[in-house]
């Protein structure tokens, strides 16, 4: 089946710690993205990516790191974990940058501790 | 700056009951405009979109105007199921731009 495959489902992190938050998508969509998702603040954008090889911040950068060595991989690093860093992590993908319809993961849920 | 603003929930609402979930725009251009669904546990799906004003979107019988002049796209459905109990989402995007904008989101829970 076509889509989003996020990894792992949900994770506990200990705070400091680095973690990767893996995303493939098998629709060969040019855009990519990466949301955090808050009780009360709906989504916010943290990276994005136009295609392969380029990256751009979003509203909430900061703390994260992306790359996108290839269409299909958009990972998302947490370099030293911390607390605030505690949401529901969405990855996302669209045909192009001006095709504004999203396609959503399933999500990841994880802790900082 | 542009954002979107929805009614705060959580809304419960009895089976075949009337749905409005309202959601109000502000935006420098002229966005499309988008409802999707967050059912438990999932990632957010798309539910209906518009893309230029008077635009009725509509699919699996909700339905929501693009109404310039009030900057409003709220969600209507006629009679709920409880299968609709989930978080909506107003959001608004700009042909060439990447952006999302993406409201706080309703929480809907619908009783048989």
């Known amino acids: 089946i076509a889509g989003i495959t996020q990894a792992p489902t949900s994770q506990i992190l200990a705070a400091g710690r680095r973690m990767t938050l893996r995303c493939t998508q098998d629709m060969r969509h040019n855009a990519m993205y990466w949301y955090r998702q808050d009780l009360g603040l709906g989504l916010r954008l943290i990276h994005y990516?136009?295609?392969?090889?380029?990256?751009g911040k979003g509203e909430v950068p900061d703390g994260y790191s992306v790359s996108r060595a290839n269409t299909d991989d958009f990972p998302l690093t947490l370099a030293s974990a911390v607390p605030s860093q505690t949401s529901v992590y969405f990855c996302?993908?669209?045909?192009?940058?001006?095709?504004?319809?999203?396609?959503f993961g399933q999500g990841t849920r994880l802790t900082v501790v | 700056g542009d954002s979107v603003t929805q009614m705060e929930g959580p809304v419960t609402l009895s089976e075949e009951a009337f749905l409005t979930i309202n959601c109000t725009y502000t935006?420098?251009?002229?966005?499309?405009l988008f409802w999707y669904v967050q059912y438990p546990g999932e990632g957010l799906q798309l539910l209906l979109k518009?893309?230029?004003?008077?635009d009725k979107g509509s699919n699996k019988g909700f339905e929501a105007t693009y109404r310039k002049e009030t900057t409003s796209f709220h969600l209507e459905k006629g009679s709920v199921q409880v299968s609709d109990s989930a978080v909506y989402f107003c959001a608004l995007t700009y042909t060439g731009g990447f952006k999302t904008i993406f409201g706080a989101g309703t929480r809907l829970f619908v009783k048989a």
């Open positions: 518009a893309t230029k004003a008077d």
């Open positions: 996302a993908s669209s045909p192009t940058v001006e095709g504004p319809e999203a396609f």
């Open positions: 935006a420098t251009g002229y966005p499309s």
């Open positions: 990516s136009n295609t392969a090889g380029t990256t």
